[in-house]
């Protein structure tokens, strides 16, 4: 890594680029991985803020789980973290996250609050200081591989490397040092995110936010091993405005250019894969259910067929009962995909694991619906409704078939 990148060193044009870097790489990221990024740096964040608004911020259990789901695509996978995660009660969920998020309100100091998350299965100091930055994104950093080595690139006393540099080599300070994700070294993580968002906050003019150096750290650690293999992340050059259009492609690049393929959609690599294979996720990061995939299809029974009218008739009496749960009108079937994420989002679980029984439990546990709630929604909410209950089906432990 160059110095001047250094966090001690980096100017505020310097980090600006590999910040703006990370979003041109976001567009390179496949179509099941841009819904986990929403969910982690929008819709997630949007969510808790409107509920500290409310009163009370905390996280659903599902929420959980996506954030983690986003944490283990962008680093090591290991499932029986997803595992662990998906035993906490879903009410032990909400209530620790509640007590964390109450702790920042006290103290800004988050250690408190990262041993409180601590206490839930799976969730250590780096995935607790991911939620705690959904929580508060400006203030604090989520514990990645390329902030930790980034922030320490210089040996210092928290880091305690003694590493010698060959000669001739360039100095890469501590990138390939061992990371221990231990309450001691988030500490040193926040500090210095701290020292270092109120530098260039002071050169840029502008607030600089945790989640902009988590951003650009990541950049600048993927570029630093990519131009190890003679080329650059994050950081593209461009030939001069007036003269790049006029460029043409060499005679070798016309020769074997190709047309490219259609990427397969995940229910198709979930079939390549086989029964053996590793977890196949749709765009919004569920996995999906081999089993229920390749087993054959005969197709929805015809409505002519005493087995289909029965299909029929039981799906008009589950429509008819989700009305009056809802206290909505039948004759709006529209909006049973908004009935179902009312419900999933109330419950703690998943869209597609909303059949009839989570309705009566919805209903049991008394939670109501606001005056006009789904009256006249947005075109984004439409969207949204729209990919949560496309392939819905397919995703393992569903209620939808």
């Not at 662990?84 to 032990?92: D, G, I, M, Q, T």
């Not at 007590?99 to 995935?127: E, Q, Y």
Request: with cysteine.
């Amino acid at each position: 890594m160059r110095t001047q990148l250094a966090p001690d060193t980096i100017t505020y044009e310097d980090f600006e680029t590999y910040l703006t870097g990370y979003d041109r790489n976001k567009k390179r990221l496949p179509d099941k991985f841009e819904g986990l990024q929403e969910l982690r740096y929008k819709d997630v964040p949007e969510v808790v803020a409107q509920r500290k608004k409310d009163g009370e911020a905390f996280l659903e259990k599902s929420e959980v789980q996506s954030l983690v789901e986003w944490k283990l695509k962008f680093g090591t996978y290991r499932p029986s973290l997803a595992k662990l995660v998906a035993s906490n009660p879903v009410e032990h969920v909400r209530k620790t996250t509640s007590s964390a998020f109450s702790l920042m309100c006290d103290d800004p100091d988050p250690s408190k609050a990262i041993a409180t998350l601590s206490k839930l299965k799976g969730i250590g100091p780096a995935t607790a200081s991911l939620l705690l930055s959904c929580y508060d994104p400006e203030t604090i950093p989520f514990f990645s591989d390329e902030l930790f080595r980034w922030l320490h690139w210089q040996n210092d006393d928290t880091v305690n490397t003694k590493k010698r540099k060959s000669k001739g080599s360039e100095d890469n300070g501590n990138a390939n040092r061992k990371i221990n994700y231990t309450a001691k070294e988030y500490a040193s993580i926040f500090e210095k995110t701290t020292a270092l968002r109120k530098r260039l906050s002071e050169d840029a003019g502008e607030t600089v936010t945790a989640v902009d150096i988590e951003k650009a750290a990541y950049t600048i650690g993927k570029s630093a091993q990519d131009e190890k293999a003679g080329g650059r992340i994050g950081v593209e050059p461009e030939a001069p405005a007036e003269t790049k259009d006029l460029c043409p492609p060499s005679p070798k690049r016309r020769k074997t250019r190709k047309i490219p393929e259609v990427e397969p959609g995940p229910s198709t690599k979930c079939l390549q894969k086989g029964p053996r294979g590793s977890p196949t996720y749709d765009e919004l990061g569920y996995e999906l259910d081999y089993d229920y995939i390749a087993r054959p299809k005969s197709g929805h029974p015809s409505a002519l067929t005493k087995e289909g009218e029965e299909c029929l008739q039981q799906a008009r009496e589950n429509s008819k009962r989700k009305a009056e749960i809802m206290g909505r009108s039948i004759d709006k079937p529209s909006e049973e995909n908004a009935w179902d994420d009312r419900v999933a989002r109330d419950l703690g679980k998943a869209f597609h694991e909303v059949g009839m029984e989570e309705y009566e439990e919805w209903a049991k546990k008394g939670f109501k619906i606001k005056p006009g709630e789904f009256e006249n929604p947005s075109e984004e909410e439409v969207e949204r409704l729209m990919k949560l209950s496309s392939g819905s089906a397919l995703r393992k432990g569903s209620k939808k078939r």
